[in-house]
């Protein structure tokens, strides 16, 4: 299959080199034409993705149009704050056959939409819409270590179709007709690994952690069944897994802004520390304002919420948590 990987960031790239591993004719395009050349000359990414050496099949691209050329997947790995000006810029390029697939984990600013509805409503007529999304740190991709994730559409015959073809011994795939449940979960672990940054850099110990996560995947089940989203696919990979994973993993650029939250340091440093894009932190103000809109119970969102906006510090933070009126575990 030929596929075409837009966006040269870390998670881009390490798809690239896997499906180019895997014998698919793979283009990767990245916007900046001095990124591409670099790219070109040292076959890697050594701004984002450094030792991970390209397959002798996998193509660099700069020009749009030459990237979609006969292409038959179109892989979407941008920011979520991209991923409307992308899509706006392939458009005369497609038809509404050509599949688009996203591995964009967030909701869009102001618009609230996840991914995949981004897509559908800047091209409404498309037929095949994915979502990708699962527990998977670009490094290890890259490298082949295994790992499993899962795709999901509306149109379950195609997603499943689509498993079969792109499965591999190193990405298994699951398919999913529940792409709210797998959207949501893919966006709201991201703030649950900041929050749990943030405890593990403040000592607070793994009781606090455990605490944390689960109450935290709590609030991503709350919110995402009150959007339509199937409570299986909170315990699945998308859900559970993503969120064990990114609260956890020494490679979560989530984790680490936590992690330099707790020596309150101020956000734009830690970001430009970071290097790299961390959705979780232009999450939280979207999510807070969806539990704000749908009256949903989220102290952990609403918490970091005041904290990045100056309404708390750092040391207040597990107070304000663990004083809160007592209440039943699973109240809705």
């Known amino acids: 299959m030929k596929i075409t990987v837009l966006g040269a960031g870390a998670w881009g790239t390490a798809l690239a080199i896997h499906f180019a591993q895997q014998n698919h004719q793979v283009c990767l395009w990245a916007r900046n034409a001095e990124h591409v050349t670099q790219m070109q000359q040292t076959r890697e990414n050594q701004r984002y993705l450094k030792n991970c050496h390209f397959p002798d099949n996998l193509n660099l691209q700069n020009h749009l149009q030459d990237a979609l050329d006969q292409t038959e997947l179109v892989l979407i790995v941008t920011p979520v704050s991209g991923l409307r000006p992308i899509l706006e810029a392939i458009q005369p390029f497609i ?13 869009e600013v102001s618009t609230g939409q996840l991914p995949h509805q981004v897509v559908t409503s800047m091209l409404p007529e498309q037929k095949h819409v994915a979502l990708l999304s699962g527990p998977s740190f670009a490094q290890e991709l890259a490298q082949q270590l295994p790992c499993a994730v899962t795709l999901a559409s509306e149109n379950q015959a195609w997603i499943e179709q689509m498993c079969r073809n792109l499965n591999s011994s190193v990405l298994r795939l699951y398919a999913s007709s529940d792409v709210i449940g797998v959207a949501v979960g893919g966006a709201l672990k991201n703030v649950m690994a900041i929050a749990t940054g943030l405890c593990d850099g403040l000592h607070y110990g793994l009781n606090a952690r455990a605490a944390l996560m689960t109450r935290g995947l709590a609030e991503i089940s709350r919110l995402a069944q ?7 696919t909170l315990m699945g990979l998308s859900g559970l897994g ?17 992690l330099k939250l707790a020596e309150d340091k101020n956000l734009d440093t830690i970001l430009e520390e970071l290097g790299h894009v961390a959705e979780g932190v232009y999450t939280i103000s979207e999510a807070y304002r969806l539990s704000q809109l749908h009256h949903i119970s989220m102290p952990i969102t609403e918490t970091l919420f005041q904290l990045l906006n100056g309404q708390l510090n750092s040391a207040q933070v597990a107070y304000a948590l663990m004083m809160r009126s007592p209440t039943l575990e699973h109240k809705s």
């Open 242 to 258: 993503d969120l064990i994973l990114t609260c956890t993993g020494g490679l979560s650029r989530n984790r680490q802004v936590g």
């Open 226 to 232: 009150h959007l339509g989203a199937q409570e299986a």
């Open 95 to 107: 038809d509404n056959n050509m599949p688009i697939m996203t591995a964009c984990k967030g909701f």
